[in-house]
């Protein structure tokens, strides 16, 4: 069984940073992308940032020249440093795996983290 660990968040002021990081252990050949999406009360979950195993990276706009997401293919760990952190950015975020393979032909599955719960204080 393949699981997703977060580690890192909590209660920052406006304009403070944290750094969130999410570790996969378990049987992996490989993972394809990583990334993290995050929920705040009465809203959706919404994708914030992810990367590919090669390094290209997308992010919602709202956290454009923020955040940025970084991997260690080695250790199957994805981080997120987040800078200029704003009471908007409050929110649980969770850390998932897309396409993992146990081996190098065995069939894709998804994975998600438990959550991290990040508040940033006005």
């Known amino acids: 069984q393949v699981q997703l660990v977060e580690s890192g968040g909590g209660l920052v002021q406006a304009g403070g940073s944290l750094r969130l990081s999410c570790a996969a252990s378990g049987i992996i050949f490989s993972i394809n992308a990583m990334g993290w999406y995050r929920q705040a009360p009465g809203k959706q979950r919404e994708l914030v940032t992810a990367i590919t195993s090669g390094g290209s990276t997308n992010y919602a706009d709202s956290v454009k020249g923020r955040f940025t997401i970084s991997r260690d293919n080695a250790k199957n760990t994805v981080y997120l440093q987040m800078n200029k952190l704003k009471p908007e950015d409050t929110a649980v975020y969770y850390c998932?795996?897309?396409?993992?393979?146990?081996?190098?032909?065995?069939?894709?599955?998804?994975?998600w983290g438990q959550g991290t719960q990040v508040t940033v204080s006005s």
């Open positions: 998932y795996a897309d396409g993992v393979r146990k081996t190098a032909w065995g069939p894709r599955d998804n994975y």
